[in-house]
């Protein structure tokens, strides 16, 4: 499902830059009430991407967005060699 951040959500204030927000929650209120994760951004449309299935479709006017705070981690290089470990009990 892609979401186009328009002025009249909240403050119009969302990013121009690609994927700046993927990985991060989205809140969303009015019609439907849901919390969804961000999976793709088009900063040039503003447009998001959400992986999780809504129980109705977005309605103009009437569903409000916000990004709650969050901490995301994100490498910072992909040059750093790195390891996962699992652990079972």
Excluded: C, H
Aim: proline share 7%; net charge negative; charged share 10%.
């Amino acid at each position: 499902m892609r979401l186009k951040a328009e002025s009249s959500n909240r403050d119009g204030s969302a990013s121009s830059g690609d994927q700046v927000y993927r990985g991060m929650p989205l809140d969303l209120t009015g019609a439907p009430a849901a919390l969804a994760f961000i999976s793709d951004y088009a900063g040039g449309s503003k447009t998001a991407g959400i992986a999780d299935l809504l129980g109705s479709a977005p309605t103009a006017g009437g569903t409000q967005y916000q990004i709650p705070a969050n901490v995301l981690y994100a490498p910072a290089s992909t040059s750093i060699p790195s390891l996962t470990l699992y652990l079972y009990l």
